[in-house]
């Protein structure tokens, strides 16, 4: 018996490749995607389709849902902390960023998972901590964003791949994921408006500068000297700041702008002006800019800088690098729903 055809997993011109032999054109493709992704079931039969074609489609495939766990709301910055389950038996996180500035256009953002725990042992990130656990397919990506929409009141605008996992060591699941958020009969979020963040996977970066993926990129980069980072964070023994640096120069006279580089900061330990010195001179005259985060750690290891060595480091960095530098807030700490704090946990798995 053949596989049942799961209808979120697929842009809408692999769909119509799937269902032509049913009598699926590439127009009632996208409808069929569309009415999917927006309302969770197949289109209603119209004047130029019959019942009977539906009705093969819905023999033929299946429509997946992941399974609400837990959801908690942070009563001090109405971050949102949801817990799924998909196809395996262990729970992933998705994240609820509040745009709410604006009291015109009020907006969400989604930090979607993109694995259940991680291979590469960031010491500062509770994924790491997990190990590796599973890749997500595209689907439950997909559902991540359609759950958060279907709860929120105002829209979903963006997505961030910043949640559980390294995104391109699960490349083409998160790039078909991508493109079917992207595409205007599926989630119709801007291309633009997608970020796909990486601590620096080398062969990933290449393969997405080749494929020309017409998504934001933002590298973790949080030190810039090997043998510190190496114990920041060990994907540095896999693909080196040399390697790194050489793709991030590729990638920039591919397709040109300015790369951007995420900085964890951590008190007295990356916050220094040296470090900004060692920064500069790495980054030499690549054109980039410089998003600070703060470290997250509940345990007490690692704490981010108070205002007084934030306001040294920046000074430096202006003085180093003259680049664009923005200090990101990273909210949900209270509910575990902060950057480096996910760990597929919530208020009924133990949390």
Same mark, same amino acid.
Request: net charge neutral.
């Given at each position: 018996m053949p596989t049942p055809i799961n209808l979120k997993e697929h842009p809408a011109a692999e769909l119509h490749a799937q269902l032509a032999a049913l009598g699926v054109t590439p127009a009632l493709a996208r409808r069929l995607q569309s009415s999917v992704l927006r309302h969770g079931k197949l289109p209603e039969a119209k004047t130029d389709t019959s019942p009977r074609l539906w009705a093969r489609v819905r023999a033929a495939s299946v429509i997946p849902r992941l399974t609400l766990l837990d959801k908690v709301v942070s009563p001090r910055d109405g971050f949102a902390k949801y817990l799924f389950r998909g196809d395996g038996p262990e729970p992933f996180e998705t994240v609820r960023i509040p745009l709410l500035h604006r009291p015109a256009d009020p907006k969400y953002i989604v930090c979607v998972s993109s694995q259940v725990g991680c291979a590469l042992g960031c010491v500062f990130c509770r994924t790491g901590q997990l190990g590796f656990r599973r890749n997500l397919a595209a689907w439950e990506m997909v559902d991540q964003v359609i759950q958060v929409r279907?709860?929120?009141?105002?829209?979903?605008?963006?997505? @961030?791949?910043?949640?559980?996992?390294?995104?391109?060591?699960?490349?083409?699941?998160?790039?078909?994921?991508?493109?079917?958020?992207?595409?205007?009969?599926?989630?119709?979020?801007?291309?633009?408006?997608?970020?796909?963040?990486?601590?620096?996977?080398?062969?990933?970066?290449?393969?997405?500068?080749?494929?020309?993926?017409?998504?934001?990129?933002?590298?973790?980069?949080?030190a810039a000297d090997a043998a510190q980072r190496r114990g920041l964070l060990p994907v540095e023994k896999l693909y080196p700041?040399?390697?790194?640096?050489?793709?991030?120069?590729?990638?920039?006279?591919? @397709?040109?702008?300015?790369?951007?580089?995420?900085w964890t900061m951590i008190a007295g330990v990356n916050t220094r002006p040296a470090d900004a010195a060692q920064l500069a001179a790495l980054v030499g005259d690549l054109p @980039?800019?410089?998003?600070?985060?703060?470290?997250?750690?509940?345990d007490g290891h690692y704490r981010p800088p108070d205002a007084a060595e934030l306001n040294r480091f920046r000074d430096a960095l202006t003085a180093e690098l003259g680049v664009p530098v923005a200090r990101r807030y990273s909210g949900g700490a209270d509910i575990g729903a902060a950057c480096g704090l996910l760990a597929g946990r919530g208020r009924l798995t133990g949390a």
């Open positions: 279907d709860d929120s009141p105002h829209p979903v605008r963006g997505v @961030v791949f910043m949640g559980m996992g390294e995104p391109l060591l699960n490349y083409d699941a998160v790039m078909r994921a991508a493109r079917v958020m992207a595409e205007s009969s599926g989630l119709a979020i801007a291309a633009k408006a997608i970020t796909i963040s990486t601590v620096g996977v080398v062969p990933g970066i290449r393969r997405y500068t080749t494929e020309r993926q017409p998504y934001r990129l933002v590298v973790s980069l949080t700041l040399t390697d790194l640096m050489t793709a991030l120069r590729e990638r920039q006279a591919a @397709v040109g702008g300015r790369i951007t580089l995420a @980039v800019k410089l998003d600070l985060l703060d470290v997250n750690d509940p």
